[in-house]
């Protein structure tokens, strides 16, 4: 339990990245998580585009948008940080139309299975789902809730106590980690 714990405490989102491919174990292993997801009813309506490779990566990456709460300068991924793998999250809406739920669980194990190999993630809901969807050949049946970027992070994230309502901001520190400010527990439970 311990271990699941500080998986859970520094799997956070990472927005800069090596230059070093995934193996191909590794992106199995990921596509296995969200496969094994809960799904409501069990019907399964989500499927995945893997989209690796500099060329192809470039041509999704064109499309995202990172750290909207940073400037761009601090938070869009430079040319030699950009990620090196996206996972398309798809909606078939003809299984089911409210995906959002089962999405997020798949989302979830999937970014947890990568990063339990070292593999960081940022899951990318500013992107240009037009262009994607035409990029990655989607039917009138389909509509692309995510693509979710992955690769070895070149910096940290850390946890830190919200101390107040204006306090939600990410920042970046002298080291240019990223700070990412949670509600204390106290704040968010009420026992009854
Ligand atoms: C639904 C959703 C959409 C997100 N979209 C983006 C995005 O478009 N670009 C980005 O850089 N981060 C995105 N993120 C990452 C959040 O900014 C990040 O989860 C938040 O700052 C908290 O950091 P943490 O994941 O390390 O806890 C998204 C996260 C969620 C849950």
Request: aromatic share 8%.
């Amino acid at each position: 339990m311990d271990n699941l714990m500080e998986l859970l405490k520094s799997r956070r989102t990472y927005r800069r990245f090596e230059q070093r491919q995934i193996s191909r174990e590794i992106i199995d292993e990921i596509l296995e998580a969200a496969r094994l997801a809960s799904s409501a009813a069990n019907r399964q309506p989500l499927s995945y585009i893997v989209v690796s490779g500099a060329e192809k990566v470039e041509e999704v990456f064109v499309h995202t948008k990172w750290a909207g709460a940073l400037p761009p300068e601090q938070g869009q991924p430079k040319e030699g940080e950009h990620p090196v793998l996206f996972i398309a999250v798809v909606e078939n809406l003809d299984i089911n139309k409210n995906c959002d739920t089962d999405a997020g669980l798949a989302i979830s194990n999937m970014t947890l299975a990568a990063w339990n190999h070292g593999v960081g993630s940022c899951m990318i809901g500013a992107c240009n789902k037009a262009a994607l969807s035409e990029l990655f050949g989607l039917t009138e049946d389909q509509a692309l809730h995510t693509v979710v970027a992955f690769g070895y992070p070149t910096h940290e994230s850390h946890v830190v106590d919200m101390e107040d309502e204006e306090q939600f901001k990410y920042y970046l520190d002298e080291k240019r980690d990223y700070v990412v400010p949670k509600r204390k527990l106290s704040d968010v439970v009420r026992w009854l």
